[in-house]
């Protein structure tokens, strides 16, 4: 879709267009896609960009990649939300609850697609609301797993083992009922020889070692008494244990899954290159928490790669619940910055962008020349 001020214009004339816009808005340094920035924090960090490990380490200093939050992807953006408020739900899910739970990040990518038209991208982070629902028509999607056969296997088996547990557990507690049942059966009769103890050192008529000996007879009948339900208690300790075995196997699974959705993805950055989001990551507390790559930019970054298309501006935007005090997640409607754990991995994302968008368009060039 070409924005609505540069239609009849060329490629190059809207790309200029584009830039001019962008200059007045946010200044040259925002402009370009290679901007040398702290690692957090201070005066000049990208909004939607992060640190890259390979191009620091030949600059000597901390490089980053960023892209720019361009006029037009805000107007993307404002669109991609005011749709949503006039269709009052997004990807199946009332927007009602969204302002009621939580809410979610709403991102679009402009790109320049082979024919040199722009294309608009549309995401939301992680899943609707934690519905769970990841992926919708007409959104970009969530990066694929490492191994979709493997993801696929371990899903099944997870799913049997939650199966297992659900079915094991309700047969412990019926184990630990019937337990409960026979040793309450023989309470009485343990009571009362407890109750014949006490009396035994309390005679007069005999000597200690008899007491003693009276005490150890009774003390065996009772262990005798306690036998009886002996083969009642041993199988609900086998049945505890049957349900422990399989919640660390579920554990396990779980943790096995989430490695084939995180860490062990491959993500594409635009000279071509894959690293699993594990080395990918900047920040290693990121590598796997459930939100790294499941957020809106980075599903945006990896659908404008399956397609070949170049991203040239982005605006993420925030739908739902003011969350107030949790930063970024502000009035429902206000554009944000990527958030930190995106930030995490756009650096190695976005690494080759510039010179891509030099190809398609050499002003961008020139801009790339201004800000250094
Ligand atoms: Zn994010
Ligand atoms: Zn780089």
Redesign the pocket.
Known sequence: MTPRADEGRSLSERIEASAARTRAAYGSQAASANTDCPLAGGEGVPEHGGN?A??GREAGAT?S?SLVRSAEAEAEAARFYDDLQREGNLGGVELSRLNEEKGNMLGVLLCVDAAGETQVLRAFSGAIDESGIRDAEGYSNSIPPADSARAAELERELAQVKENIVNETAASDRALKAYQDAKSAQEPAIKEKIAKLGPIYRRTDIDKPEKDRLAAALKAEKAEIEARYDPEKQAYEQASAKVRKLEAQRDSLTQQVSEQYAGEREIT?FKGESKKQKDACTDAARVSDGRTGNCAAPKLLADAQRKGWTPVGIAEIWIGKDLGTQKDFGESGAYVPSCECCRAIL??T???LAERQEEIAPELDIMADEAR
């Open positions: 890259c390979e191009c490089r990649h950055n650096g190695h976005l690494c080759g």
